[in-house]
């Protein structure tokens, strides 16, 4: 399923104006000065991740009747945005990846 760019900036907008933008803490700057690429992309994936799986969780507490609708909603949307936000990156990295290989030596 190939996704639009606009898509995911209108996801990424999306996120940023519910205020659940879920790489905040990865895009900050760090204290020290700036880290590395590799700091930045583990800490992406392990906020996107954190990100889905308190989407799972409050969609099980709201299937259970133990957590608020709006919290339920929220936490699924920012889990959905950042799903998106992670497939857009893939296929965007696979696509660099396939036009080096496709490269003339």
Request: without cysteine.
């Amino acid at each position: 399923m190939p996704v639009l760019p606009a898509a995911a900036a209108a996801a990424y907008r999306a996120a940023a104006a519910t205020g659940s933008n879920p790489f905040a803490a990865a895009t900050s700057p760090a204290a020290g000065g700036a880290g590395s690429f590799s700091e930045f992309l583990s800490d992406a994936v392990k906020t996107s991740v954190d990100t889905i799986k308190h989407g799972e969780t409050m969609a099980a507490k709201g299937a259970a009747g133990k957590a608020d609708i709006v919290d339920v909603v929220n936490a699924v949307n920012a889990a959905e945005i950042t799903l998106d936000t992670v497939v857009a990156v893939r296929d965007k990295v696979v696509a660099a990846y396939q036009s080096i290989i496709n490269m003339p030596v």
